[in-house]
């Protein structure tokens, strides 16, 4: 079961993917938070009849060197739901719709440190494709996640023709319906918006990414480089927008796990 069993039982019961590395991190999740995203899943599921969310692409923009990425998305989920599909070990595959190969491909994770921080080793691969010819390129990944704060960054460990890979994201709360039930009050806090909205609020999510990457020599040379740099580009924006529609399939599905 997952952390979030609201939001986890969907993927469960739809995909059949038994989510046994997240066990121990399951039993440490308190009733009152279960109680919050059972409330925040049917509160989503309700609204998803009458309003559906959407969840607009994310936003690039891009450095020139070692290729800095900044990007901006939401997501029509609960902060812990959105970092829970971001950092979940069992994730889903995910295929391309045009080609329908799998572009990320998760092969093993080893924990390496579990207190304070949840640091570990993933090995992944992620598709390519050059003139006609494609094939998978392995990752190593070291990732930090703060589920505190919400926050994780990750680097390279091994990673063909890469010198730097690396990045940081954090997940924040978006109080949807503040101006509709808060009226003229504007929520710091959760508490604060329960308070406003009657307990009847959703809460979304804002996530935001920095990523920064360079090739080794020659690969940092152009025409090369030109086309490493589009790929990564074009993967990136690719597999998030990938999470959101899992996460819109998840907001119109979730149900009550028994």
């Excluded at 990425?69 to 595959?93: K, Q, V, W």
């Excluded at 995910?94 to 080609?99: I, N, T, V, W, Y």
């Excluded at 009847?200 to 020599?217: D, N």
Aim: overall charge positive; proline content about 7%; charged content about 30%.
């Amino acid at each position: 079961m997952s952390v979030f069993p609201v939001f986890g039982s969907w993927i469960n019961q739809n995909m059949q993917q038994p989510l046994k590395a997240e066990s121990k991190r399951s039993e440490n999740v308190n009733s009152k938070d279960r109680d919050e995203m059972e409330k925040q899943g049917k509160l989503w599921r309700d609204a998803e009849k009458k309003h559906p969310w959407y969840d607009a692409p994310a936003k690039v923009t891009t450095e020139e060197g070692v290729c800095h990425m900044n990007i901006e998305l939401t997501m029509g989920l609960p902060p812990e739901a959105t970092y829970e599909l971001f950092t979940n070990p069992n994730n889903l595959p995910l295929f391309s719709d045009k080609s329908w190969r799998q572009l990320l491909k998760n092969n093993s994770r080893k924990v390496l440190e579990e207190e304070p921080r949840h640091i570990a080793r993933l090995e992944k691969e992620v598709a390519w494709d050059f003139l006609g010819f494609y094939g998978a390129l392995p990752i190593t990944l070291i990732v930090d996640e703060n589920k505190k704060d919400l926050t994780a960054s990750y680097r390279i460990g091994k990673m063909r023709f890469m010198k730097v890979f690396e990045g940081v994201y954090k997940v924040e709360p978006i109080y949807v319906d503040q101006e509709r039930l808060c009226k003229n009050i504007e929520p710091k806090s959760r508490e604060e918006y329960e308070r406003c909205s009657g307990g009847q609020g959703k809460i979304a999510s804002k996530v935001t990414m920095e990523q920064h990457f360079q090739p080794y020599f020659p690969f940092n040379l152009p025409p090369v480089s030109w086309y490493i740099r589009g790929t990564i580009i074009q993967t990136t924006k690719t597999l998030l927008k990938m999470l959101q529609d899992m996460g819109a399939k998840m907001r119109a599905s979730v149900k009550r796990p028994h």
